[in-house]
């Protein structure tokens, strides 16, 4: 059985979700045709968006190249989760 995920994994899932719908709002795009753009189906932008689903590495830069803009602007807002100590 899956160990359930920490809570700092599902923060930054969320801050990117949020990320990638203010920048889909920022370029006027609906979810289907962000979805369009970026070849991947609409369900996913939204449980994407949502923070209910992790993309993988490829599909983050399909979405980035859809909305003209580079991993690291999607990305960067995650990192103002705290890391746990050690």
């Given at each position: 059985m899956a160990r359930p995920r920490p809570n700092r994994v599902r923060?930054?899932?969320?801050?990117?979700g949020e990320a990638v719908r203010d920048r889909r709002i920022a370029e006027g795009l609906t979810q289907e045709a962000l979805a369009e753009r970026a070849g991947i189906?609409?369900?996913?932008?939204?449980?994407?968006?949502?923070?209910?689903?992790?993309?993988?590495?490829?599909?983050?830069?399909l979405i980035a190249d859809a909305l003209r803009v580079s991993v690291?602007?999607?990305?960067?807002?995650?990192?103002?989760?705290?890391p746990p100590e050690r």
């Open positions: 923060e930054r899932r969320a801050i990117f189906d609409r369900k996913s932008i939204s449980r994407i968006e949502n923070g209910a689903f992790s993309p993988s590495l490829d599909r983050i830069w690291t602007d999607l990305i960067g807002a995650t990192g103002s989760v705290e």
